[in-house]
Structures are given as C-alpha cells and as structure tokens.
T-cell receptor, first 116, second 112 residues
Framework: DAMVIQNPRYQVTQFGKPVTLSCSQT?????MYWYQQKSSQAPKLLFH???????NEADTPDNFQSRRPNTSFCFLDIRSPGLGDAAMYLC???????????????FGDGTRLSIL | GNSVTQMEGPVTLSEEAFLTINCTYT??????LFWYVQYPGEGLQLLLK?????DKGSNKGFEATYRKETTSFHLEKGSVQVSDSAVYFC???????????FGGGTRVLVKP
C-alpha cells in the first residue's frame, strides 16, 4: 500500500502559469520534504516541514512555495514556472531523526512536471 | 559540510555478475548511511542502511558495510538480475538533523 502519495504523477503546465503539486502520507510522520530531481541527477532538497515549522533551503528560488495544512498533506506551489523548472518533484516523509534515533526518509513516486 | 561521492555510471553488467558501487563520504561526527534505489519512473526506495561503524546493512541480496576508517559504504551484490537495473544513490544523514546528503547516483544496467 502506498504510504506517500503524490498527485498527479504527470503534470503539464504553461510557462508562467501557477501550478500546485500535492503530497499526502498515511505514516503520521512529522517531517515532510520536497525535492527537485532533474534527469540523471541526485534529488535536491527545496524545503522541509518539521511539524508546522517551515525550513527553506538557502538556494531555493522564491518562485517555490509550500503549504502544510495538516500532518497528512503538503503542497508545492510554483508561482511562475519557467522552462528550467521542468523536473521530477519528489515528496518524502520521516520521523524526527534529531532525537537520536535514525529515521529513514520514505519517498513518493514523484510528479513529473513539464512546462510548455 | 557533508558530502557523498559515488562512482559514476553507467555500469553495465551481465546477469549473474557481481556488482560493486563505491561510495565514500565526508562528514563531521557520526553520520548514518543509506543506499536508495530508483527504478525508472518511480521515486526512491530505501534499500539498506547502517547507523554506526562496522554495521552491515543488507536487503534483497545487497550488502554494504559502514567503514569509518575508510569513510566508505560500498554497495555489493553477488549475482545481479535484470530487475536490478536502476539508479542507486548513496546518502548520508548527519548527526545533527534530518537532512539527507546524496551522492550523484549510479545507473546500473543489467543485460540478460
């Protein structure tokens, strides 16, 4: 059973048209992550939520925003997508590893975003 | 800062061949180490992990041993199958928090 679910699997949008990607989880994990993965590269962390606390990576463009209305759901909003934003977007969850017990991240299958 | 270096691919093998993917890391403190696998069109799946020196992680015939003296976590499988064709990522979780540091990934192609 899928535990980290991303919808849709494929998303096409137009240059400059806002788009939202969604992620839900059934694991009740308190940490949720969004990654961008371009072809043949490692995932790049955009930001993560520790409970409701938002943690942005220093090099994440302002064009990327996120919302986490509750424990189960997290959204990635791209305000004005450019051609360079075409990528696979991966959501992941984990329990808190900062309390001494290592908690691996669990990934969804990703949303592949295309920009026309 | 933390970093992970893994061998570049693609690695092309015949079925039943022995697979090794090298991974070395740089980190402060005592990180935890992971191998993730990504099949075509899918997200990353945790393959195995090791949380302290000399730990051996194993799963689905894959093994990796946490070697602190050489700062390495090489992935091995004795006899690969076509279904093992995927991209493999070595990753590190620092002692301080929740963020993974990934290596660049190694594409493995197993031919029948």
């Amino acid at each position: 059973d899928a535990m980290v679910i991303q919808n849709p699997r494929y998303q096409v949008t137009q240059f400059g048209k806002p788009v939202t990607l969604s992620c839900s989880q059934t694991l009740n994990h308190n940490v949720m992550y969004w990654y961008q993965q371009k072809s043949s590269q490692a995932p790049k962390l955009l930001f993560h939520y520790y409970d409701k606390d938002f943690n942005n990576e220093a090099d994440t463009p302002d064009n990327f925003q996120s919302r986490r209305p509750n424990t189960s759901f997290c959204f990635l909003d791209i305000r004005s997508p450019g051609l360079g934003d075409a990528a696979m977007y991966l959501c992941a969850t984990s329990r808190d590893s900062a309390r001494g017990r290592v908690q691996p991240q669990h990934f969804g299958d990703g949303t592949r975003l295309s920009i026309l | 800062g933390n970093s992970v270096t893994q061998m570049e691919g693609p690695v092309t093998l015949s079925e039943e061949a022995f697979l090794t993917i090298n991974c070395t890391y740089t980190a402060t403190g005592y990180p935890s180490l992971f191998w993730y696998v990504q099949y075509p069109g899918e997200g990353l799946q945790l393959l195995l992990k090791a949380t302290k020196a000399d730990d051996k992680g194993s799963n689905k015939g894959f093994e990796a041993t946490y070697r602190k003296e050489t700062t390495s976590f090489h992935l091995e499988k004795g006899s690969v199958q076509v279904s093992d064709s995927a991209v493999y990522f070595c990753a590190l979780l620092g002692a301080a928090g929740n963020k993974l540091t990934f290596g660049g990934g190694t594409r493995v192609l197993v031919k029948p």
